[in-house]
Each structure stands twice: as structure tokens, then as C-alpha cells.
């Protein structure tokens, strides 16, 4: 008699490299009619997750479907399947299979993860911290949860500098464990200006249509190569346009998703880097632990992360003055590296139609708007625009999210409305649109509400291009104080206000003086065209320069 068990651990190598060929060996096994293979829900979850691989997700999910037809209480095909449908952002459907998961094996530490993170998008925090703290007593070791409450501090209206640098330190220790403490540096000649150039080094999963791609894309070609040269360390499965833009800006590119810290760090010496950017943070994909080891002599965390890394050797924290003033130097792993502007610099939006003239004059009411990510609209922020709309009771309100996709994150988000008392007859909800269409959607808005504490980057900056202000609260963190950066930056700097009466009677004042707001409208996309937002040449040049002084230690540090 075939031992079955035996059977399906033969199949189970490993096809990561090459999803296609898994497919092929397991679409062989099922089709061989074998009672220890075509019967086997191992076997059927194994060939969905090379399907999901592949991007088959129709296929993938019937394969899931197919295993628990076989083996409904199956654990993996339900876990993998709330993956799949959790991807799809299709949340209550996972949620109700991990749930199910949770059932069967209630110590079930990736489906307790899942978990919270669906019902952090289901608007449900406090029930999703609650899950990730259960998940860190169920496995004191695992990273993701301590990554989940620092990400959840910057989204806390009473968080400070100060909460996010412990949360920091605890999720870094984590991520890095046993490579916390500082090393000696490695034993080279430091850089010397004029030598040669500089050599600098980007890491990131962000090569692509992101955010971290959209602020690299305009400025990288103004880069003077006879002072820095660039190469790219790359988490990237595969290209997208942004990425195929972005290369040829590099003198080395190295996809560095399968490769060890220690081979990352091996390469890294061969090119002779002089300096190496982190672009993560703790988002996802990030390689934290490569610059615990020390890749470089100078280490930078930039771009794609707002708060303190909490690692050890990570050397710098590029920033400006209004996102982190000096008073929050102690509150951070690395010293402040400033850049004279702007920490941020887009590229100028391409399918970018005409700005149109200020709706609120055919309207005869003001349209505020919102085009943020759901997560940034917190509790805080409803309370806080329900009192402009009160002060307002012509006003309209447009809100764009990913998430209005789904009619049942509307149907969830609008007894939220209820909830804060807003007015839903004056309330948009709007779904996604392609990019064009996005950019379009700012001819019916006048003005930008921004979200606290965590506020507007790429939306902030877009609008602006719009011909779209944004009213900011400035906050007491990095990521509450971005608005004010980017509208200081785009030369409207009155726009960034520091109290809530303040936020709500400048709403006020623009909803009675829409002439005004018109006229700035019109002006508004040459006005921040040749603003430090979006001066490409001004901004490498900038860069630069910060790469320079970090690389000899001069006192443009805090």
C-alpha cells in the first residue's frame, strides 16, 4: 500500500523560482488519477498557490474551492484562501474564513495576523490590536505584530515622536534579532570630495507605480553623475512601467528578492558603496536587517518610511525642518539629515487635464474633498470634519478611496458618517477610477480636507498640481506635519494650521470668499510648477549635496 503522506512530501519542492514549472508538476499529479494525489488537498493548495503566483487568481481560487470540496475543516486551503480573497479586497469574505481557521486551530498565528489586518480595514482598530497583541503572546518572536502597533502609534492622535520611537526600537529588535548591536564600521578610507563619485545605493520593494517611485522618477535624471553614481537594490517580482522609467537612471541594478542579507552585503562591498538607502522602513519588504549588519559605511533611511527606523546603524534620518525640528532629534535612532526644502519631490503628473475653473462658482456651495487612503480618515478626522460641515451647512464633502470599490466597505464607512453625525445628502462616496480619471476628478473640488493625524503626501502633491490647496492641521509627528511641509514647500505655508479652531474657521473663511480661492486656483499649477515641490533639477541638486556632507560627517546633521 502507497503511503500517502509520503506521496505528497515528495511533491512538495520548492518552485518559488519558478511558479510555472509548480504548476506543471502539480497539474501532473492531480491528472494522474492517483488516489494519494488527485484526493489530496495538500496537493490542491500547492497548485493554487502557484496559480496565485502566476497572477491566476479565477483558476486559484476553484483550485482552493476544489480542496475543500475534499477536506472542508482543510486549515491551509481555508487560510490560503482568506489570503486570496483578503488580496482581492474582498474583506468579509476573509474574515469569515479566518475565522473559520481560528475555529479549528485557535493558536493559528498567521491566520490571527490576517485577522487584524482585515479588520483594521474593516474600520474595526481597536478589535484588530487586540488580535495582534493575542498573535504576540501566541509568538513573542514574530515581527509583523510589533510592526502592526508601530504603524497603528502613527495613526493615534495622541502619538508622539517620543510613543513611535519605542514602538520603533521594539519592532526593529524584532526584525534585526541579534544584530542590534552597533558594530565597528567597516575598515575603509572614507570618501573624500572630489576623489571621485560619491557612490550611493537605493533598497526598496518600491521600484514601481508607488509613491517611493513617483518621488524618484522626476528628479534621478538631473543627478550630476560626475558626483553621485546610483545603483538600485530591488525587492521587485517584476517590472511595471514606473520601474522601466527609473532603471536607466541607475549604473547597476540588482534584483535582491531571493539573495541573503549576507549575499546583499558581499555585493555591496564589491561595488564599493559609499552610502546605502533604506527606502522602507518597516513597510513591507523591507531588509532592515541588512543595515543592522552594516552594508555600508553610511546607512540612510529616506523616503519610504516617516518615523525613526529604531535600527541601530542606520546612520541618518533625511528630512526637512518643519517635518522634524530639531526638538525631535532625541526621539530618533539615526541624526537628522536635512534637505534645505523638501524631503519630497514629485514628478509632475502625466495625463494631467487643464485645471478647470473653481467649481463653487457654478455650485454656488463649496465642495471640500478627500482623495486619501480609508485608514487615514480615523475617528479624529470625522469628528474634525463633521464640525466644518456644521459651520458649513452648504458645504459638500467628495470622498475617493480604493476601498469604495466594495459596496459593503460603503455601506460599513457611510454608519460611520452616521455614527459622527455627518450629513450623508451632503456626502460623496466615490470608487476608484483609472489615473486620468483620478487627476479629473479634482475639477469638482475646491479644496482638500486633510486627514489627521496622519496626513496627505501624494494626494497633497497632486492637488496641488490640480489647482486644488489642501487645509492641513500641523501635528506633532513627521507624518502629521507633511502637509504643512509639502504647503510650505508649494509657497502656502499659511494653509498649515495649528489648532483645530483654526482648521475649522479657515474652511469657514474660503467657503465666503470663493473669488479669491478661485483666483489662487488659476495660478495655483505655475505657482508650485517652479516651487522646490516639484523643481526636479533644484531637488537633485539638494540631494547631493545631503549625500556629500553625510558621507564626510559635516555639520548640516542635527
Known amino acids: 500500500m502507497i503511503d500517502r503522506a509520503a506521496v505528497v512530501a515528495s511533491l512538495l519542492l520548492d518552485y518559488a523560482d519558478d511558479p510555472a514549472a509548480g504548476v506543471a508538476v502539480y497539474r501532473r499529479a492531480i491528472a494522474s488519477g492517483h488516489s494519494g494525489l488527485a484526493d489530496s488537498p495538500d496537493v490542491h493548495v500547492n497548485l493554487a498557490l502557484y496559480l496565485m503566483a502566476l497572477g491566476e487568481s479565477v483558476e486559484a481560487e476553484a483550485t482552493f474551492r476544489k480542496a475543500l470540496g475534499l477536506a472542508p475543516d482543510h486549515v491551509p486551503s481555508l487560510h490560503n484562501l482568506g489570503f486570496l480573497c483578503e488580496s482581492q479586497h474582498r474583506t468579509q469574505e476573509a474574515e469569515a474564513l479566518y475565522r473559520q481557521v481560528l475555529a479549528l486551530e485557535p493558536s493559528h498565528v498567521k491566520a490571527t495576523i ?17 488580535l495582534m497583541r493575542h498573535a504576540a503572546r501566541l509568538a513573542p518572536d514574530n515581527y509583523l505584530p510589533a510592526a502592526f502597533e508601530l504603524f497603528e502609534s502613527t495613526y493615534d492622535p495622541s502619538g508622539t515622536d517620543a510613543t513611535i520611537f519605542a514602538k520603533a526600537k521594539q519592532a526593529a529588535d524584532l526584525r534585526c534579532q541579534g544584530l542590534q548591536t552597533p558594530k565597528q564600521m567597516p575598515m575603509v578610507r572614507p570618501w573624500q570630495s572630489g576623489e571621485r563619485p560619491l557612490r550611493v545605493g537605493f533598497v526598496s520593494g518600491d521600484f514601481k507605480a508607488h509613491p517611493v517611485g513617483f518621488f524618484l522618477q522626476d528628479w534621478l535624471p538631473h543627478v550630476d553623475k560626475s558626483r553621485l553614481t546610483l545603483q538600485a537594490f530591488s525587492m521587485l517580482e517584476r517590472d511595471d512601467v514606473v520601474s522601466h522609467k527609473l532603471r536607466p537612471q541607475f549604473e547597476s541594478w540588482h534584483n535582491i528578492a531571493t539573495m541573503s542579507d549576507e549575499a546583499v552585503q558581499t555585493l555591496a562591498a564589491s561595488l564599493g558603496l559609499d552610502v546605502l538607502i533604506d527606502l522602507s522602513g518597516h513597510t513591507d519588504m523591507n531588509r532592515l ?3 543592522a549588519r552594516r552594508a555600508a559605511p553610511v546607512q540612510i533611511s529616506w523616503l519610504g518610511w516617516y518615523a525613526t527606523t529604531g535600527v541601530v546603524n542606520m546612520d541618518y534620518f533625511l528630512t526637512d525642518r518643519i517635518s522634524s525640528p530639531a526638538s525631535s532629534a532625541a526621539h530618533h535612532s539615526e541624526r537628522l539629515l536635512y534637505l534645505p526644502d ?6 509632475q503628473p502625466i495625463f494631467a487635464p487643464d485645471v478647470s475653473s473653481l467649481p463653487a462658482l457654478q455650485n454656488k456651495h463649496i465642495t471640500f474633498g478627500s482623495l486619501q487612503a480609508l485608514a487615514k480618515i480615523t475617528d479624529a478626522t470625522l469628528a474634525l470634519w463633521q464640525q466644518v460641515l456644521a459651520q458649513i451647512p452648504t458645504a459638500h464633502l467628495h470622498i475617493r478611496c480604493a476601498q469604495f470599490g466594495q459596496g459593503e466597505m460603503v455601506a460599513l464607512f457611510e454608519q460611520r458618517l452616521r455614527d459622527f453625525e455627518l450629513p450623508l445628502a451632503r456626502i460623496e462616496l466615490l470608487a476608484p477610477v483609472p489615473y486620468a480619471a483620478y487627476l479629473e476628478s479634482y475639477q469638482s473640488i475646491d479644496l482638500i480636507l486633510d486627514t489627521i493625524p496622519f496626513s496627505g503626501g501624494t494626494t497633497t502633491a497632486e492637488a496641488l498640481w490640480m489647482g486644488v490647496p489642501t487645509l492641513t492641521l500641523l501635528g506633532t509627528t513627521l507624518i502629521a506635519r507633511q502637509g504643512a511641509s509639502l504647503m510650505s514647500a508649494a509657497g502656502l505655508a499659511d494653509w498649515a494650521v495649528d489648532s483645530q479652531r483654526e482648521y475649522i474657521a479657515k474652511a469657514l473663511y474660503w467657503s465666503e470668499h470663493v473669488e479669491a480661492l478661485a483666483a489662487l486656483r488659476s495660478s495655483l499649477r505655475e505657482r508650485v510648477r517652479t516651487s522646490p515641490l516639484f523643481d526636479s533639477p533644484r531637488f537633485a541638486l539638494a540631494f547631493t549635496e545631503a549625500m556629500e556632507a553625510a558621507a564626510v560627517g559635516m555639520t548640516s546633521v542635527s
Open 114 to 130: 490576517n485577522l487584524a489586518n482585515v479588520l483594521q480595514s474593516l474600520m474595526q482598530r481597536d478589535l484588530a490590536l487586540e
Open 342 to 347: 523638501t524631503r519630497l519631490c514629485l514628478c
Open 289 to 291: 536587517p541588512l543595515f
